[in-house]
């Protein structure tokens, strides 16, 4: 696309200083919503654009906001920046390169909810991203942006940097919370959701950097212009990660519902030597496989599901024919197994079981009866672990066995008569 709603440091040099965004607009909205508008129109404004949440589950925000209660104080805005899926780089690029943009969209949910005091949380090796961000928030803090009775109202709030120590899990929104208390960084059980008893027990939103990097521009031109990018139920633009074996790799942004095949062959410049696509990841590691059949499917959430995979975070890991299935399987594996935070057992044991089998199909040593047991394993993972991260195991064992079953086979030994 000519022109970035979210990564609009490639049209707008410099934009990541805080005269330039000003220059450009920048908090525009945030004093329009201060000045102008009552907490819930900017929540009915950001309902009807839309906009679902960036992360990976696709939930609309504005109605996430809306169940926060109107009468429990202290309430918090977390911002969930603890980018780890294998694949994943875009808010980095949105923090390190559009830093006030995701500030202004903090302000304006914590104003929307009424919350005080909104927690970045980042994830530990974010050090660099990190000092870019403070520095924009001591500039927003120092224009009077950020601190006490904003553009002389009396609305007051805060912003705070958190950085965990660096797991995967803590990107699942109440691990996030726990490691944000001090505490180990595992999931809690749901009920009560965090939008009731959140951080400190007290209601919370948590959303994603690219999503929060949506709202001012929302705020600012209204829901309808915003309706005017993607589809009707996936509206708005996205930034698609791409990444493995394509000849341009990168960030880009483009409308929700644009086919796949325009991302990895136009902008992407296709498969490097030109070699056949074999599969997409179109969710980093969690996703199942996609065959190369799903070219010309659009990315938006509905489609994307429907052709039986998820749209999740849109980062794009691109096999080729020269990619070993089960090479690239037992990596993913190995990952969740090392990211399994152990509080459960399916997940605990299941993770180390796939890997261990995984290791061994590879060496040469599995048989063919061990593509069943593969499955077995699988089937008393899925919806019987304690948080998705168990399930987002076995998506790449079960789709590649589903995709690329004669792989298995010739891998242990059933080809070989
Ligand atoms: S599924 Fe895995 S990551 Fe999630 S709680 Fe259980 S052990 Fe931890």
């Known amino acids: 696309m000519d022109s970035h709603v979210i990564l609009r440091h490639r049209d707008i040099p410099n934009i990541k200083q805080i005269e330039v965004y000003r220059q450009q607009g920048g908090y525009e909205a945030f004093h329009k919503a201060v000045t102008e508008m ?6 009915d404004v950001v309902k009807a654009s839309g906009l679902r949440g960036r992360g990976g589950a696709g939930f609309p925000a504005g109605l996430k906001w809306s169940f926060i209660p109107k009468d429990i104080f202290p309430k918090y805005v977390v911002v969930n920046g603890d ?20 500030i202004e969209g903090v302000l304006l949910t914590c104003y929307a909810v009424q919350a005080a005091t909104g927690y970045i949380y980042m994830r530990g090796e974010f050090k660099q991203p990190a000092q870019v961000l403070q520095k924009a928030v001591d500039e927003a803090r120092r ?36 490691s944000l208390e001090g505490f180990l960084g595992q999931p809690r059980n749901r009920p ?9 027990a007290k209601p919370t939103v948590i959303n994603n950097v690219e999503t929060l990097a949506n709202v001012p521009p929302i705020i600012k031109n209204g829901a309808e212009w915003y309706r005017k990018f993607g589809t009707e139920k996936s509206p708005g633009t996205k930034v698609f990660c791409l990444s493995g074996r394509v000849k341009r790799p990168g960030n880009y942004e483009l409308p929700l519902g644009v086919p796949f095949k325009h991302l990895i ?36 959430y509905e489609a994307v599901q429907a052709a039986g995979s998820m749209l999740g975070s849109a980062s794009l890991i691109i096999l080729d024919d020269t990619v070993d299935t089960l090479w690239a399987v037992e990596k993913m594996v190995k990952f969740f197994r090392h990211e399994s935070c152990g509080k459960c057992t ?13 290791a061994r199909i590879r ?47 010739k891998a242990t030994g059933g080809g070989r008569g």
């Open 363 to 409: 060496r040469g040593e599995g048989k063919p009866q061990d593509i069943d047991l593969l499955l077995d394993i699988t089937k008393n993972m899925s919806g019987k672990c304690f948080c998705l991260l168990g399930d987002f195991s076995t998506s790449s064992v079960t789709s590649s066995i589903k995709l690329f079953r004669d792989d298995y086979v």
């Open 83 to 102: 980018e780890s899926e294998p694949g994943t780089f875009k808010d980095r690029e949105i923090i390190e390169q559009n830093p006030h943009q995701f």
């Open 38 to 43: 009552k907490p819930d129109q900017v929540i």
């Open 192 to 200: 009560p959701f965090p939008a009731v008893q959140g951080l400190y």
């Open 265 to 300: 062959y136009e902008l992407g410049g296709g498969i490097i030597d030109d070699r056949p696509l074999k599969a997409i990841l179109p969710a980093g590691a969690s996703a199942p496989l996609l065959p190369a059949s799903v070219i010309d499917t659009p990315m938006d």
């Open 346 to 358: 399916p997940c605990r044991e299941g993770t180390y079981w796939l890997a261990r089998e995984m």
């Open 143 to 178: 224009a009077g942006l950020i601190g006490k009775n904003v553009f002389g109202s009396e609305y007051s709030v805060e912003i705070h940097l958190h950085l965990g120590a660096g797991a995967y899990i803590c990107g699942e929104e109440t691990a996030l919370l726990n």
